[in-house]
């Protein structure tokens, strides 16, 4: 019994021993994350650069082609682009040390822990060297590529939110405008809702519920005035934003019921789908991307819309809008970082090409010389977007180390107060600032 | 035969037994191989992470019992852990009923038995996405077929995956589905059981059920007893159908990145597994998914050594030894 302990002991320690040498490789291989800035390659330089993204399918076949467009000014370098790799496969590159000169990202929510662990290179060397000027870019835009005054990452197109509305349903109900306030959004969503003599909803003017298709605090937040942080301290408690925003959305869902409201958003088809609500004519107002224009002329050209800035709590804010994007970084290990560089320059700041990919994928360019070119095609749905991006009240997606938990947290909060589950407005506020203050303070950074 | 107990073995006896050693540990050594790297080596990595900070990009740093502390005060831990040991009594109990009774009925058909077997096996060969996907279709309220279905009889059917206080059974009834492969391995067990115990038993009089109760069941009880043990495994790892049936009832099945809403409706799909995942990969606290997965190990092998231990005591009470 005891040579058995005895071994099991040897067996534990040995195991114990291996894995503290392992876990010392387990930061991820290859080179560091320097703060000098590479070589740009020279013309003569034969090589590949990898570029990992998560498009795929048709958009896969045109962010290619921008890519290519690279070959003007550096012919000998090859690139070879790699659809559907998220933010996971990103991580696990680097730690495996198989990196891709570039990665693009999806998930702007990951830029704090990017910037911070150095899982992408700090550019600013980049920068001064060549001189660039960042003011291309609009402030909202600079914000959610850079974490504490770090900037490892740069736009590749951005999205930015506003009012979609259904032109056939808003005449038919009578609303000849759309609406530019709270007031004025609660009052057409009544006049739009349509419900079957035993309650169910057949049609929802306005769908509130946070957390369904793009209702999401952060983006929510501008339209309100919400401000998520106060001295380096979640402030959701502290912002009349946040509180005016769950109270408007209690409000509506107290127009609708809860339970009725939940029974008809169950039945809706999914975001990407042809199945969307709006497609579908079973929403008549909602918030949503530029990126639906293309999906409903796509999928749902019998939809007669129009686009207009989100209402506003505050009149003085009309105008305001939330953005985000896809983001371009050189991985922690990149085998060629100088030409890396080269090529995230080149998609940010080359018009033709911003103007070309935003044209072929509809996002709005990331670029105030882009969104001027004579060459971007802008209609009068698409125009909206261009104008807020335009804006100086454009606001940027929060930055924190802490990925999406933040999001989360108020999302499950709102739901939680609006179905009446959590009644005290104030007290669930300060607790979810305690949450996000101990997650992010878990952290470290 | 002659004790030799104390005496010195014959030098050449010796080697003989070193090399018969060295001959089983060759045999053995891809088995022991692959266990110590792809089972020893990350579990000891594990309890090792789960004393660091460690965002999986830079080396870990030591940080004492932070995570583990930090777990008393996380909201959502709670729910999730409430959430796996839904699962763990539930889709246990659940899933070893509903296999041994599907197999019970197969093993008495007389006809069709090839078919009815493979169609009862085929769904545990399909992809956990797929089929999750598949059931959100089916139970989709307005207008889903089950929908349609309880419509016929006037009743409203569950949201289902948008309900918190269906999402688990929900998620419960694609785990009965694609039981089969629990299936499969009872009815083997049914069809091994010997034919002379229930001749003896007919003899005595005992009818279909008491022969069921009193000679099926204690034969297959070891099989059973794994199938228990495999299920609570199952629900404490509870992972693909939960993210899935979660994203589809948010709308956001075909979303990307953050914009899948992972614990939906109201965090019941928010199990262990699915939030460890959330907090290593979407928060990239590595430190202290590492520490979940610390308690999650401990949890199911403390489950397992007792269920084990239970199935030992009742072998022995059957085999009319100490305790009968």
């Known amino acids: 019994m005891r040579k058995h302990t005895r071994a099991a002991l040897l067996c534990v320690a040995a195991g114990m021993a291996t894995a503290l040498t392992l876990t010392a490789c387990a930061a991820g291989k290859g080179g560091g994350a320097s703060s000098d ?53 990103i991580t696990a590159g680097i730690r495996s040390g198989n990196t891709p000169d570039v990665a693009l990202s999806f998930t702007t929510d990951n830029i704090g822990q990017f910037c911070s662990s150095g899982a992408f290179q700090p550019l600013k060397a980049y920068i001064e060297r060549d001189k660039v000027d960042l003011n291309q870019i609009s402030p909202a835009v600079r914000e959610y590529t850079e974490y504490k005054g770090n900037r490892c990452a740069m736009p590749m197109l951005t999205d930015v939110y506003a009012m979609y ?3 056939d349903m808003m005449s038919a109900a009578g609303v000849t405008a759309p609406p530019k306030t709270l007031d004025e959004l609660f009052e057409a969503a009544k006049k739009l809702t349509k419900k079957a003599p035993n309650g169910d909803i057949e049609v929802a003017g306005y769908l509130p519920t946070m957390g369904f298709y793009a209702n999401r605090p952060t983006i929510l937040a501008p339209s309100f005035g919400a401000e998520w942080e106060k001295d380096g301290k979640s402030a959701l408690a502290s912002s009349p934003g946040f509180t005016e925003m769950m109270t408007f959305q209690k409000k509506l869902v107290d127009f609708y019921g809860f339970d009725a409201l939940e029974r008809f958003r169950a039945g809706l088809g999914q975001e990407y789908s042809a199945d969307h609500a709006f497609h579908q004519g079973k929403i008549a107002i909602m918030m949503d991307g530029e990126y639906r224009t293309a999906f409903l002329k796509a999928q749902a050209p019998q939809i007669k819309f129009g686009t207009a800035p989100f209402p506003t709590w505050k009149p003085a804010d009309y105008g305001t809008a939330f953005t985000t994007g896809t983001i371009m970084g050189i991985p922690k290990g990149a085998k060629n970082p100088g030409a890396a560089w080269e090529l995230i320059k080149h998609l940010s700041f080359d018009t033709d090409t911003i103007v070309d990919l935003s044209n072929a994928i509809k996002n709005v360019p990331s670029t105030k010389a882009a969104m001027e070119s004579p060459k971007l095609e802008v209609d009068e749905q698409f125009k909206t977007f261009i104008d807020l991006a335009k804006s100086d009240k454009l606001k940027g997606n929060p930055v924190t180390p802490i990925g999406d938990a933040h999001i989360k947290a108020v999302t499950d909060f709102a739901v939680s107060y609006t179905s009446g589950k959590v009644p005290d407005l104030a007290a669930g506020l300060k607790e979810v600032d305690k949450n996000i203050d101990d997650q992010i303070a878990k952290s470290g950074k | ?20 050693r060295l001959t089983v540990l060759g045999f053995m050594a891809p088995a022991i191989i692959g266990f110590v790297l792809f089972f020893g080596y990350p579990l000891v990595a594990t309890v090792v992470f789960s004393f660091t900070k460690y965002d999986l990009i830079n080396a870990p740093e030591f940080n004492g019992l932070d995570n583990y502390a930090y777990m008393f005060k996380d909201p959502l831990l709670t729910k999730a852990i409430a959430n796996t040991l839904w699962f763990v009594v539930v889709l246990t109990i659940a899933r070893t009923v509903f296999a041994l009774g599907v197999a019970s009925v197969i093993a008495r058909l007389k006809s069709g038995v090839g078919l009815i077997r493979t169609l009862c096996y085929l769904p545990s060969l399909a992809p956990p996405v797929a089929a999750t996907l598949v059931f959100f279709m089916v139970l989709r309220p307005n207008g889903g077929p089950v929908d349609n279905l309880l419509g016929v009889f006037g009743i409203d059917s569950p949201l289902w995956f ?16 694609i039981s089969g492969d629990l299936m499969i391995i009872i009815l083997a067990a049914i069809l091994d059981v010997p034919q002379e115990q229930y001749e003896a038993a007919e003899l005595d009089g005992a009818g279909p059920i008491r022969r069921w ?3 099926t069941l204690p034969t297959i009880s070891p099989v059973l007893l794994f199938g228990i043990v495999n299920s609570v495994i199952l629900a404490l790892q509870l992972f693909t159908q939960a993210v899935v049936a979660g994203s589809a009832g948010s709308g956001a099945a075909d979303a990307t990145g953050s914009t899948k809403y ?24 590595m430190g202290y998914a590492a520490a979940m997965a610390t308690v999650l190990f401990v949890i199911s092998f403390a489950v397992t050594i007792v269920l084990v231990q239970r199935m030992r005591k009742n072998s022995t009470a059957e085999e009319g030894g100490p305790g009968a």
């Open chain 2, 1 to 20: 035969m002659t004790a030799t107990l104390g005496a010195r073995p014959a030098p050449g006896r010796g080697r003989a037994r070193a090399r018969h």
């Open chain 1, 165 to 167: 509305y259904n032109k």
């Open chain 2, 213 to 215: 109760w009193h000679v």
């Open chain 2, 162 to 177: 948008s309900d918190p206080a269906w999402a688990k059974p929900g998620i419960t009834a694609i785990m009965l589905w």
């Open chain 2, 262 to 285: 992972l614990g939906f409706p109201d965090n019941s799909t928010l199990t262990f597994p699915v939030y460890l995942y959330t907090q290593g990969f979407r928060y990239f606290d």
């Open chain 1, 37 to 89: 800035a590479a070589a740009a390659p020279g013309k003569d330089d034969k090589l590949t650069l990898t570029v990992w993204s998560n498009y795929s399918d048709r958009e896969y076949e045109e962010v290619t082609k921008a890519l290519k467009t690279f070959n003007k000014k550096f012919p000998n370098i090859e690139i070879k682009h790699e659809g559907s790799q998220d933010d996971d496969k």
